[in-house]
């Protein structure tokens, strides 16, 4: 067995959409319900890691991992240009002091494939305008903390 330097962190990873379930307000929710995709099965309700992260992470935990990386889909927190969700922001609050109580180091991946279907509509990264949040910055006005 190879030796692992001290501190070195055994863990896993998921994406919000593969885990989460019902992420209809992502592009991918859209490409895998477009006809014709060959999408083989929708995502739907994945595994309802939405609900049911507690037990998710004390599953991760319990042979010992130390770790674990998770994304969050930028759709639930801004649903629409400019609009902020408060209780989308309390979720991931939730979710990452879950991760803390059952000691896995948490990390964050900010954006993982996923973009809320309404930038996706806009023309996505190459939009003139991709986010409200950088335009929000830019008139003076602040997104949301998550802290």
Same mark, same amino acid.
């Given at each position: ?28 929710? #859209? ?20 609900? $049911? ?22 759709? $639930? ?10 209780? #989308?922001?309390?979720?991931? $609050? $939730?979710?990452?002091?879950?991760? #803390? ?47």
């Amino acid at each position: 067995m190879r030796d692992f330097p001290e501190g070195f962190l055994f863990g896993s990873s998921t994406a919000a959409h593969q885990v989460e379930g019902s992420n209809v307000g992502n592009d991918w929710w #859209a490409w895998e319900h477009a006809a014709g995709t060959p999408a083989v099965e929708p995502s739907g309700d994945a595994i309802d890691q939405l609900h $049911r992260y507690d037990e998710d992470f004390a599953l991760l935990a319990s042979p010992g991992q130390q770790a674990h990386r998770i994304s969050i889909e930028w759709w $639930r927190i801004e649903p629409a240009p400019g609009e902020w969700s408060s209780s #989308a922001l309390e979720h991931y $609050r $939730r979710v990452l002091a879950s991760l #803390a109580e059952n000691k896995l180091t948490a990390f964050v991946t900010l954006n993982h494939f996923t973009l809320p279907r309404w930038l996706d509509e806009r023309g996505s990264w190459l939009a003139p305008t991709r986010s409200s949040a950088s335009s929000a910055t830019a008139s003076g006005s602040q997104a949301p903390s998550a802290t």
